[in-house]
């Protein structure tokens, strides 16, 4: 955590209360009274509230008072907590109480308050749940003071909170072993100086004497050598279809979407891949493709945008399409994943590209739920969800959609956002058709 920060002078601005005004109006009526009906004694009532109101006068009330809020951190991932502390000193002030204001997808898990003299010290944990930019706060005060009489309210704005999405679960980074790359740390079907262990095979003039496998020389009367694969790096572009969002907050395929790409980026470039980013459906936007930690949060930046509204995205799918795209943004060897729920024919449009383009891509579908449909109003009888007719027209056009991947070569992987990612990667890499893989 970093130090604490120093307190700044706010204004106080104080207003009569409800105790005030009761006060008030027992002095007028009970004055009023003894009037009226010639009975002094009812000044007697007037006497307490009146030496209440002149011990406490409004010019004695405090004017300023010194406020230092700390937040910390301002950067996180989904579920991590962050700590909201106030210090509040206000001298002369009966009280201070503080109420703070949360964006929908983050909870307080703990909050507590302590006073100290004519001072009020709050502390908040608090745990955002989704990614994005959040706006914490304000943070409500009211300082009471001359003995509930008066209270001045007081808002102050907290701080805005990057959350970064949480990385889907990856266990290493795969790649396929037929692209041509440069020198790096996949092991390819390539033979050089890795090394992970590729085989043997007899020896030929010119082959290091360490390389000399003795057991299999001994074994076959002859001279062997092992052979390692070569290393190389991966450039790896993810290409996101943003387009729609559908399901439940918090898991919905546009949720999906930013973790499963934030996991992929940061795995690979922890094995000093490069990666770029390409978001279609909206705004057409990219980043080309870069090794190193800055890359990983530009590409974390990138994802949190991917949230267009309805006129932006309108604007973009006239404006712009894959088509558009730099051909400098796609490296000739680099291998390109398809994010998208397939709720439409623009992803099959983004994969022909692509396969025009000489790529081979692989789509992770993202899409966890079904449309839910509303039941009409009339005729009142009840709808059998799997008889429905728009939903069995839905379910075929996904199947037929599959099928078109599927003739093209293309390997589709499901993620429901559990899971590891890396045997289902390896998996579709492999399964590439050979004319794809060219």
Known sequence: ????????????????????????????????????????????????????????????????????????????????????ELDVRVPGADRVDAQLVVPDHTSV?????????????????????????????????????????????????????????????????????????PLGEHPSR?????????????????????????????RHGGLF???????????????????????????????????????LATTYLRAHDRVGLVTFGGPLRWLTPATGPRQLYRVSEAVMTVRPDEAERDAGAVRFGLADLPRSMLPGRAFVCVVTPRLDDRPLDAVRLLLD????????????SEPSLPVPAWPRRRRRAPDDLALRTWRMQREALTGELASLGVPVVPWDGEGDLTGALLHAMRSLAPEVRT
Not at 116 to 141: D, F, K
């Open 190 to 218: 390539a033979v050089g100086s890795g090394v992970e262990f590729a085989g043997v095979r007899p020896y030929q003039p010119g082959d290091r004497r360490r390389d000399v496998d003795w057991r299999t020389s001994a």
């Open 225 to 263: 050598v092992r052979q390692y694969s070569a290393e190389r790096a991966f450039d790896l572009v993810l290409v996101l279809d943003t387009s729609a969002d559908a399901g439940e907050t918090g898991g919905s395929s546009l949720d999906l979407t930013v973790r499963a790409a934030t996991g």
């Open 1 to 84: 955590m970093t130090d604490r920060p120093e307190p700044a002078e706010v204004p106080l601005v104080f207003a009569a209360t409800a105790r005030l005004r009761r006060l008030a109006l027992v002095a007028a009526l009970s004055v009023v009274g003894a009037v009226i009906t010639a009975h002094g004694e009812l000044l007697a009532l007037a006497a307490i509230p009146l030496v209440l109101l002149a011990a406490h006068p409004r010019s004695g009330l405090p004017t300023r008072a010194g406020v230092a809020v700390r937040l910390d951190p301002v950067r996180c991932v989904e579920g991590d907590e962050l700590v909201l």
């Open 109 to 181: 898990t703990r909050a507590g308050r302590a006073a100290a003299g004519s001072g009020t010290t709050a502390t908040w944990l608090l745990v955002p749940q989704r990614w994005g930019r959040q706006r914490i706060g304000p943070l409500r005060l009211q300082v009471v003071a001359a003995g509930g009489l008066y209270a001045a309210p007081v808002s102050l704005e907290v701080a805005e909170v990057i959350v970064f999405p949480a990385a889907a679960a990856l266990a290493r980074a795969v790649a396929p072993r037929e692209l041509a790359a």
């Open 357 to 368: 383009r000489g790529f081979a891509p692989l789509v992770v579908d993202v899409l966890t």
